[in-house]
């Protein structure tokens, strides 16, 4: 099976930086996704990590330990249009499904 | 717009009715997903297809909720005997599916989804 944790809620300024982990226990491994969601809407990619390692892309990174079973979503100069729940989501690869966290929603403040 | 698309968007239902979504993926994608999803919640995993093989079903799926997918290209979620606590997001996806290579992220692609109401 699959478990997926990561926290509920977070609160960060404007400008500031945070980082959202993502903890996971499955029972195959192929890579991890990150996608954003705002409120009312589907939600949309960020990320693929395959590899260990911190990827790069613009403000955000997402890094990945699979000896740790460990990610990592890094969001930087944060923007109010940040706000939005952020899914971490596990392909266990094969014909396995997909399986997505709980999120974590992420309010940003002035 | 990522390509896919689902119909109707919102739907207000009485309970006991019976209710079908549309789901629309991107034409070269093989494999289609339905996931629900609440209120402060991620999307929870429903059923997936390879082509048009429904390859895992959630047990926490009801008899009353059935899909398809003929021909390998839309699919369709029936609910029947609608129930109140089958409000909810449901949520179409599709993907290349993952082919073990690093290029091919196999990243979902999610539908706009379809609001279900039932009152």
């Known amino acids: 099976g699959q478990n997926i944790d990561q926290p509920t809620e977070m609160t960060a300024t404007e400008g500031a930086i945070v980082q959202i982990n993502c903890t996971y226990q499955?029972?195959?491994?192929?890579?991890l996704f990150w996608y954003q969601q705002h409120a009312g809407e589907a939600p949309t990619f960020l990320s693929y990590?395959?590899?260990?390692g911190l990827e790069e892309k613009g403000r955000f990174s997402s890094f990945l330990s699979r000896s740790k079973g460990y990610s990592y979503l890094l969001l930087k100069e944060l923007q109010m249009k940040d706000s939005a729940s952020y899914l971490c989501?596990?392909?266990?690869?094969?014909?396995?499904?997909?399986?997505f966290g709980t999120g974590t929603k992420l309010q940003v403040i002035p | 717009d990522t390509g896919v698309s689902q119909d109707p968007r919102h739907k207000i239902t009485k309970r006991g009715q019976n209710v079908t979504f549309r789901c629309d993926p991107i034409?070269?994608?093989?494999?289609l997903y339905w996931y629900r999803q609440t209120l402060g919640q991620g999307p929870e995993f429903l059923t997936y297809?390879?082509?048009?093989?429904?390859?895992?079903k959630s047990r926490l799926l009801s008899d009353r909720f059935s899909a398809e997918r003929p021909k390998g290209s839309f699919s369709t979620l029936e609910i029947q005997r609608t129930e109140q606590g089958d409000s909810a997001m449901y949520l179409c996806?599709?993907?290349?599916?993952?082919?073990?290579?690093?290029?091919?992220?196999?990243?979902?692609?999610f539908g706009e989804g379809s609001r279900l109401t039932v009152l």
């Open positions: 996806a599709s993907s290349q599916g993952t082919s073990g290579s690093y290029a091919n992220t196999g990243e979902l692609f």
């Open positions: 499955t029972s195959g491994f192929n890579g």
């Open positions: 990590n395959v590899l260990d």
């Open positions: 989501a596990v392909d266990p690869g094969g014909y396995q499904k997909v399986t």
């Open positions: 034409s070269e994608h093989n494999r």
């Open positions: 297809f390879q082509n048009e093989a429904q390859l895992e």
